[in-house]
């Protein structure tokens, strides 16, 4: 029987720990060594016609690889961890971004039975390149982020100790710098002029064999990732590995487009869709890096989600197209500049927001007290509304609680709720109103995406302040209709569609 793993996110760095070391075919990291076994048969002898060096429509790399491969470098960090401490988040022993339930396939790799160490070394393998002749190098803040000690391998194989000037952990960006002069530093290009279908070059170090070429194309443009709000990832084919991470992506004029990134895996392993980030986005970052050792990011103070067919429909729109906001921080521009839930943001300083996705980059690149425009639908017509963006500040962690007691009968959305408390409130944040989902069955509400634990604030345009006021505007609801349901959902506010049947 096949073993199904989910489809995960994979930060593509190479990494071991020693003491439960990983071999065979799924260890990364281990250098040029790792993974070899006997020599595969070897095939017939056939003749065939001579290939030519390229041919007409297809790319030929052999010249950027040329010109390039002296610029990129092999990072490799070490990390002392304490007893029950997995790399960057890791489980001990297992890949970066293993899927849980993945750890039985690893336990005959582990090495003898017994207790851990209290405290024992890992070791992890990226790549990255150099940016100028003194010794500036880009690669992601995750092959670097925890090290206590960070060595660059030149194409020398002379080893130097590097410091971080800075990290940026929103977009996956970190700024090193070695003691060096006139090194070949890679050219920069536009990543804002690629197309889908453009021809790639990655070239890296998977599984520590550094210096390996891959090559594709660009899959599609601004993906949104789970953890990359402020990044529009450049996906492509290339075929991107552990020990890529932070490697340069060159367009077909030899210039770095992006920094690889991260993989979509079932196992750990590329899989046809490899992420990178856009080199515009990370220089803009490098240089804040450089100059400030940090970065600076627009924030309207909104919580947005995306919409769908039935949720464009219930705000009158033609087609589900914008970013929906389901929340607004009341001491941000948003709240000063009017904007409020429900709203739909169709234009941010004259761009079209298609999807959720396109707003958070925008936003994140603007540079706070820079004033903007947005295009905004509400009560089913658009309207401008100005706005001075501000400096996005940490988030705040929110904790909600649950309570049993005083359960309203489920009615017609077939949903029981309850009046909250004041601690629920207080750790919820909600100042007045809501009521908390302490049950649901098959009906309305479940259909829309209700669950328990979620704090209904709002039918329609209508608040609800208590379970009673909650049953009495579900009575009212047309049928077959979709209708916008606000709810908050952890430390998010979202809109559902909700509809009654007849």
């Known amino acids: 029987m096949r073993y199904q793993v989910p489809l995960v996110l994979v930060a593509v760095t190479a990494a071991v720990i020693f003491g439960s070391a990983l071999s065979g075919p799924a260890q990364s990291g281990t250098g040029p060594s790792a993974g070899t076994g006997p020599s595969a048969a070897i095939p017939t002898a056939v003749t065939t016609a001579p290939v030519p060096d390229s041919m007409p429509g297809l790319p030929n790399f052999k010249a950027i690889i040329k010109r ?18 997995g790399m960057h988040g890791m489980h001990p022993g297992m890949p970066p971004g293993m899927p849980p339930g993945m750890e039985e396939f690893f336990r005959p790799f582990r090495g003898r039975p017994g207790p851990m160490p209290d405290s024992r070394e890992a070791n992890s393998l990226g790549s990255g390149f150099i940016i100028s002749a003194d010794g500036e190098i880009l690669t992601n803040a995750h092959v670097v982020d925890g090290a206590d000690e960070i060595i660059v391998k030149l194409a020398d194989n002379s080893e130097k100790a ?20 006139g090194l070949p530093a890679v050219q920069i290009g536009d990543s804002s002029q690629l197309e889908v279908g453009d021809w790639v070059l990655a070239i890296g170090s998977p599984f520590g064999l550094e210096h390996t070429a891959t090559q594709g194309i660009v899959s599609a443009l ?30 077909t004029r030899g210039e770095v487009v992006g920094i690889n990134s991260q993989i979509y895996s079932r196992s750990g392993g590329y899989m046809g869709l490899s992420f990178a980030i856009p080199i515009n986005t990370a220089t803009s970052a490098a240089r804040q890096l450089a100059a400030n050792g940090h970065v600076e990011r627009g924030w309207l103070g909104v919580g947005i989600q995306s919409l769908n ?11 589900p197209a914008g970013a ?14 009017g904007l409020k839930p429900g709203d739909v943001i169709l234009e941010f300083n004259g761009r079209p927001i298609s999807q959720s996705a396109d707003l958070p980059p925008l936003v994140g690149e603007t540079r706070p007290g820079t004033q903007v425009a947005l295009t905004v639908w509400r009560d089913k017509k658009s309207r401008e509304v100005k706005l001075t963006v501000a400096q996005l500040k940490p988030a705040d962690d929110e904790v909600l609680a649950a309570d049993d007691e005083q359960n309203q009968k489920p009615g017609i959305l077939n949903v029981q ?42 039918v329609g345009d209508q608040l609800v302040g208590s379970p009673q006021e909650l049953a009495g505007l579900a009575g009212k609801l047309p049928k077959g209709q979709p209708i916008p349901l606000l709810i908050q959902r952890n430390e998010g506010r979202l809109f559902l569609p909700l509809t009654i049947t007849g």
């Not at 590097?162 to 060096?180: H, Y």
């Not at 990732?225 to 084919?237: A, E, K, S």
């Not at 067919?309 to 087609?319: I, R, V, Y």
């Not at 389901?326 to 500049?337: E, H, I, L, W, Y």
């Open 162 to 181: 590097a410091k971080v000037i800075g990290l940026d952990k929103a977009s996956d960006v970190a700024l090193l710098k070695i003691d060096a002069a």
């Open 417 to 458: 709720v309850t009046a909250l408390t004041p601690e629920q409130r207080e750790q919820a944040g909600i100042e007045s109103g809501g009521v908390l989902v302490v049950g649901v069955a098959a009906g309305p509400a479940a259909r829309a995406g209700v669950s328990t634990g979620d704090i209904i604030l709002q």
């Open 324 to 337: 929906l906001v389901g929340q607004v921080d009341k001491t941000g521009p948003a709240s000063k500049a």
């Open 68 to 85: 390039n491969q002296a610029s990129v470098v092999n990072i490799s960090t070490t990390q002392q961890l304490q007893a029950g401490e």
């Open 222 to 251: 601004g993906r949104s990732l789970p953890d990359g709000n402020y990044v529009p990832f450049i996906q492509t084919d290339v075929a991107v590995n552990p020990g890529n991470s932070g490697g340069p992506l060159f367009n």
């Open 309 to 319: 067919g039935d949720l464009a429909k219930s705000f009158g729109l033609e087609k």
